[in-house]
T-cell receptor, first 116, second 111 residues
Framework: GAVVSQHPSRVICKSGTSVKIECRSL??????MFWYRQFPKQSLMLMAT?????????EQGVEKDKFLINHASLTLSTLTVTSAHPEDSSFYIC????????????FGPGTRLLVL | DAKTTQPTSMDCAEGRAANLPCNHS???????VYWYRQIHSQGPQYIIH???NNETNEMASLIITEDRKSSTLILPHATLRDTAVYYC????????????FGEGTQLTVNP
């Protein structure tokens, strides 16, 4: 299957700082990437849809000014958590779609964010 | 997108087949059935998907009933590394690649 990477895999930061997470599709181009968040013992929740060359689409309840998404190329999307607070600590996961009889989504390994 | 119903948890003996059921009684004609799994602290891994025909790949088999209201994911020879949460998702083509995750089934493979 297609490979999606994320960087960093783990980050610890102080409250009030900003953190950038990168999501790359390594062997295919993706016009659309997705960002999910997962809290402990819960399922994945879609945060936003990242569209190459245009503004991201955010899910209800997700603050677009807090979670900045940039999709500048067909292989890279970034999520920046601005002014992070302890409640933003979570597992952030991206996915990218490859057209394969219904556009299968492939997921990155995730980024564990801990805000102190 | 149609909702799915899966058992919360299942156990399976190592080396035996694991059969994971999923109900999707409100599935519409253009919705695919997708299966993913998530091993602890990792991103979800794609397993298999299908529309109406049964499918098989190197990881698993997917059996979809004729009325498409339910499906079964089969891991033919479960190993300890197959212990994970398995998600059954149906996806409407008109909503693009959007995946909506439910709670999934925690499969535990026992030695």
């Amino acid at each position: 299957g297609a490979v999606v990477s994320q960087h960093p895999s783990r980050v610890i930061c102080k409250s009030g700082t900003s953190v950038k997470i990168e999501c790359r599709s390594l062997d295919f181009q993706a016009t659309t990437m997705f960002w999910y968040r997962q809290f402990p013992k819960q399922s994945l929740m879609l945060m936003a849809t990242s569209n190459e060359g245009s503004k991201a689409t955010y899910e209800q309840g997700v603050e677009k000014d807090k979670f900045l998404i940039n999709h500048a190329s067909l292989t890279l999307s970034t999520l920046t958590v601005t002014s992070a607070h302890p409640e933003d600590s979570s597992f952030y996961i991206c996915s990218a779609g490859q057209v394969l009889g219904g556009e299968t989504q492939y997921f990155g390994p995730g980024t564990r964010l801990l805000v102190l | 997108d149609a909702k799915t119903t899966q058992p919360t948890s299942m156990d399976c003996a190592e080396g035996r087949a694991a059969n994971l059921p999923c109900n999707h009684s409100t599935i519409s004609g253009n919705e695919y059935v997708y299966w993913y799994r998530q091993i602890h602290s990792q991103g979800p891994q794609y397993i298999i998907h299908g529309l109406k025909n049964n499918e098989t790949n190197e990881m698993a088999s997917l059996i979809i009933t004729e009325d498409r209201k339910s499906s079964t994911l089969i891991l033919p020879h479960a190993t300890l590394r197959d212990t994970a949460v398995y998600y059954c998702i149906v996806r409407d083509q008109t909503s693009g690649s959007r995946l909506t995750f439910g709670e999934g089934t925690q499969l535990t493979v026992n030695p």
